[in-house]
């Protein structure tokens, strides 16, 4: 009797799940048409440095253990 209830009350909670997501709002689309970038817009992932200089600032150096 009361695996019969436990059957029932989890396809209860089933059906309340599935009510749920039917009102979910879509996404909206991965690409946007009337958003677009312009054409002169990066198409690769890819950065170019040229004459980078870094520095490390050292604010404490003891904190440096070796």
């Known amino acids: 009797m009361i695996r019969w ?16 997501f ?7 689309p991965a690409i946007v048409e009337d958003r677009r970038p312009p054409s002169s817009w990066p198409s690769k992932g890819r950065i170019d440095l040229q004459d980078l200089r870094v520095r490390e600032l050292i604010i404490n150096p003891t904190t440096y253990g070796g």
């Open 5 to 20: 209830y436990s059957s029932l009350a989890n396809y209860i909670i089933s059906v309340e799940r599935i009510k749920q």
């Open 22 to 28: 039917m009102h979910i709002p879509p996404e909206p």
